[in-house]
């Protein structure tokens, strides 16, 4: 934001960068020192955490989960993803259980999941970023022989989902990453005409980067009209910063997004992806 950078994110959904939580003092505020001159030049085309979390929480249960302990390194993405848990479990009709935050390479993994065993939780979920305890907290997992359901968050790669130890109670992940074969309007078109330009399918995701790539162009078109053809780099950038919450919605090539006023995708779909060793797909889409 210092820099006038106008960013808009196809996948991060840590929900302090557009509105209040109590767990990260300060925000959204605290992200924008230079609000003054650029506004809050930050928008995403993926659902945030609060959304995930609440469409997450009905998903599981419906499935049976009565109770879930959240588990994060105490990373933005892991304790924004702990904290959306925490506040709507409730309404969703879950106990949450309790959480606790732990330094990857410092936690003591097996006494970690006994606290969830001992909190009476038959769901864990994990909201980290990779590399920040996930393979550590499976592994745990797996040894102990807990039947929990294992949780985890938008902020997990795929790849690294694929890479989990197997655990008794199976793994299910939630995410605004959205399957190219998704049946939703419009996607079928944008997936062939993807075939076509690069010879091989969309790789999930690659409709929220595009859509990213639309509004972004239609931010910049609008500054650089506000700006003038006779304005400097920096008129330019902030002007076009000022431009990206003017924007309610972005024709995209597999349809019309809406978006809210802080600059969310209205809406966004939630997949909930079922994961093995070795593999990740799709188990239906949340709204």
Known sequence: NSGGVTSVSALAAATPLTQRDLDFPGAPAKYYPRADVYGRNFARLTADDTRIAKLALESLGRRGVRSIYAIDSGDTDGVAFSSALSRFAAASGLRFAGRKSVVGDQADWPSVVEEARVSGADAIAWGSAAGLGEQELWRAVRTSGSRQLMVAGPAVPQDVLASLPAVKGSTRSFSGLVPSAESQSGMAGFVERFRKQTGRPPLPGAAN???????????????????????TGDDLRAATAKALHSIRAVRTDFGRVELTPVGNALDAPVVEWVVTPGSIKPFGTLR
């Open 209 to 231: 980067a595009s859509a990213a790539m639309d509004l972004l162009l239609d931010a910049i078109g609008a500054g650089s009209r506000t700006a003038g053809p006779s304005q």
